[in-house]
């Protein structure tokens, strides 16, 4: 996969690769539950967009970007609770970084809604 020329596969692909790793972490502490959930959403936003770099109609492309953009969404609130957790290992520039992915996706999506 191709991702060097188009800034929000970077981020969302090496955003995901960091989820993978922290995942693992999670679950070598034995937190099974919250490891499953935010793996499943924190790599569902570099699967969304990447799906919408092969859009139907504009429609398409804006749809599952704001897909991406729930998980983003969904994603923060599983690292909010590991943050706070006293038991769970924290990684506090998860947070950090899965902003930056919600700024790239917000100025895509609204920049998208203007052209049409």
């Known amino acids: 996969m ?5 800034p929000l596969l970077e981020h969302t692909f090496n955003f995901s690769l960091e989820i993978i790793n922290y995942c693992e972490l ?9 490891a499953r959930q935010l793996l499943r959403s ?14 139907e109609s504009n429609a398409d492309f804006i749809h599952k970007l704001k897909l991406a953009d729930k998980e983003v969404r969904e994603t923060e609130y599983w ?22 992915i919600e700024k790239l996706l917000s100025s895509i999506i609204s920049s998208s809604k203007k052209k049409y």
């Open 79 to 100: 690292l909010l609770l590991c943050e706070r957790a006293t038991t769970y290992p924290k990684d506090p520039g998860l947070r950090r970084r899965l902003k930056e």
């Open 42 to 55: 924190g790599t569902s936003i570099g699967a969304n967009s990447y799906e919408a770099q092969s859009p």
């Open 2 to 6: 191709k991702t060097s020329n188009n």
């Open 26 to 34: 999670l679950e070598n502490e034995r937190k099974y539950v919250i």
